[in-house]
């Protein structure tokens, strides 16, 4: 099963209040989405990510197609039953993973012939085959197998792309095979060139998937090139399906797609950034390895409540990691998504009563943006 409410689109913007419904639950939008590449949220458990009241994760078909295979998730039972996670998954379609390796892979129409960059043995991607892995996976979101044009791509590449994404969106659908079960989202494609995001858009929309994607943003654009784009492509998708946007995780990012009827956000940053001890906090990003705070006996983050602010102090953690200690690189990541998944609850809160842009400028002021 799966359904899409949309309660309330607030006043002074575009942004929406909603709620997604799955066979694994429900999802409140707008949300951030974790990310578990290969069925795991780095360094964390699904119980410490339900207490920070992560609604759904994401993982990566690329990654699991090639470790451990679709035999052994098989086997386990799905995705949901391999990794213990009862709550949500969105798997996406393994084509951004795929393009991102220019160096070993050959496009064709068929889909994509890649070496793996595990141990260089070929592979093949395509529409049907992204398709039979994720009905395999067993995901309650699934995505269109798409091509993701690099951020500086010329009109003429980005076109015949963006084309050749629509006829395999096309083909997706077609041969998805669990729809009662499993939403297929539609992505919408056309780099930095409005009219192109037009055509993807209308012709996407035109083939009635439940939900849509916006691809090829965040890309390495700047961010005002980024807002524009997605600011006019939105127009285009419609009020009744949730729309997401794929690989954004910072603060300001997130505001922003949300200010612009974006329902669903994902990225891999805020785990990446806390395994090398960075975290977000209030007043921006702390470097916690830095000196100055070897006899700083404060929380992370004075105005946060998650359980590592609550029990440990920067001084602890800068320790854990100047000595290489696991724990270090988990608490950091707790809190990290915990500061999200929060903020996007703040954001919830703030379209229902009224307020949206009040809380994104004050939000601004003290982050420092």
Known sequence: MFKFDLYKTAKDSKARLGKITTDHGEIETPIFMPVGTRATVK???????????????????YHLFLKPGTEIIEKAGGIHKFMN??????????????FSLSDTRKISEDGVEFRSHIDGSKKFLSPEVSIDVQNILGSDIMMAFDECAPYEATYEYVENSMKRTLRWAKRCKDHHKNTDHQALFGIIQGGMFKNLRKISAEEMVEMDFPGY??????????????????DFTTDFMPENKPRYLMGVGTPDYLFEAVER???????????RIARNGTVITHHGKLVIRNGKYKEDFSPLDGECDCYVCKNYTRAYIRHLFNVDEILGMRLATIHNLYFLINMMKNIRKSIKEDYFLEYKNDFYKKYGY
């Open 43 to 61: 360094t964390m458990t699904p119980d410490e990510l339900k207490k920070i009241e992560a609604q759904i994760i994401l993982s990566n078909t």
């Open 85 to 98: 996670w009862d709550r949500p998954i969105l798997t996406d379609s393994g084509g951004f993973q795929v």
């Open 213 to 230: 994607s916006v691809g090829g943003l965040s890309v390495g654009e700047p961010k005002e090139l980024m807002n524009e784009v997605l």
């Open 261 to 271: 009827g974006i329902d669903m956000a994902d990225c891999v940053l805020p785990t």
